[in-house]
């Protein structure tokens, strides 16, 4: 499996941004489709966005939808999430996780998870 570290959480105020990385390492990044997920307290885990291997295809959830960009570089084994515009209601801990070959949208479909990292949107 591959294995997944997040970096880049931290306190922004509403409004602000921050971009959210996460370093592969492993196996062949290029083999595994990429998607960030999110857990505020006392809810489900959800799904925020989603990333082919290629990049050549993107989804979003509607509610960050215009707000966040989801990005990848096969050469440095990374993807990133530009998180922009963001609202309390953005506060979670996001995790990324990888998915072998084709594009998903919920968490039972990825097999490999990082250990997540926290954002807090103050308002």
């Known amino acids: 499996q591959v294995q997944l570290v997040e970096s880049g959480g931290g306190l922004v105020q509403a409004g602000g941004s921050l971009r959210l990385s996460c370093a592969a390492s492993g196996r062949t990044f290029s083999r595994y489709a990429m998607g960030w997920f999110r857990q505020a307290p006392g809810k489900e885990r959800e799904f925020v966005a989603v990333?082919?291997?290629?990049?050549?295809?993107?989804s979003y959830a509607d509610s960050v939808k215009g707000r966040f960009t989801i990005s990848r570089d096969n050469a440095k084994n990374t993807v990133y999430l530009q998180m922009s515009s963001l609202k309390p209601e953005d506060t979670a801990v996001y995790y990324c996780a990888a998915r072998e070959w084709v594009v998903a949208y919920n968490v039972a479909d990825f097999g490999s998870w990082g250990q997540g990292t926290q954002v807090t949107v103050s308002s």
């Open positions: 990333i082919s291997r290629s990049a050549g295809s993107t």
